[in-house]
């Protein structure tokens, strides 16, 4: 590896597919005198496709035949993380240093669904119908930052000491909210639920 030179060096990298997937990252590097000080940061998108058609029949004791069932779900779920860097040393002494460092990463998951339940008796007519329009969200982050003193004494070996103070916090969050409209059996109606969760 080369050393970095005296003042500002960085880079800048993207990449994008025709499906969508995409990722951008860059990093800066600072060095002057007793100080490096550093960062970097990305982000990604990894969009996920599923369709589930499922066909079958369920025993009606009352007619004694079998009703047709089918449903059909189209979820898109784009995958999506972040991530960022932030770092800092400086020589106090030739064999002190003082080092800062802070990071953060974020993953979050949207799934949109579109839904359609049908059951059907054996002529066609319809028993039981609705489409529910609704998307599940999962995301969590963590953020953590750090603080070292680090002093190496004379000697051979490793004979350093090193004070440090260390943070971290993660929050994770859920959120479900969806729309169900029922069309059989009459009359039509909407039923409307979310649910959020968040722990910290």
Known sequence: KKTAPAGPSGGLRAN??????ANVAGNVVYQKGKLTAV????????????????????????SGQFDTRAQHELTTAPLQQWNGHLGAQYQLTPKTQLIADARYNAVSLSRYDDYAFLT???????????????????????????????????????????????????????????????????????VYKDQLAHVR
């Open 16 to 21: 994008y597919g025709s499906s969508g997937h």
């Open 39 to 62: 960062a970097d940061a990305g982000w990604r998108q990894d969009p996920q496709k599923l369709q589930i058609d499922t066909t079958g029949s369920t025993f009606d004791p009352a």
């Open 120 to 190: 059907a008796r054996p002529d066609g007519a319809p028993l039981a119908a609705y489409v529910r329009d609704g998307s599940n969200t999962i995301a969590q982050d963590v953020a953590i930052g750090q603080l070292m003193l680090r002093h190496q004494f004379a000697g051979q070996g490793q004979n350093d000491i090193v004070a440090f103070f260390n943070h971290t916090q993660t929050n994770a969050r859920t959120e479900s909210p969806s729309t169900n409209f029922f069309t059989v059996p009459p009359p039509p109606f909407t």
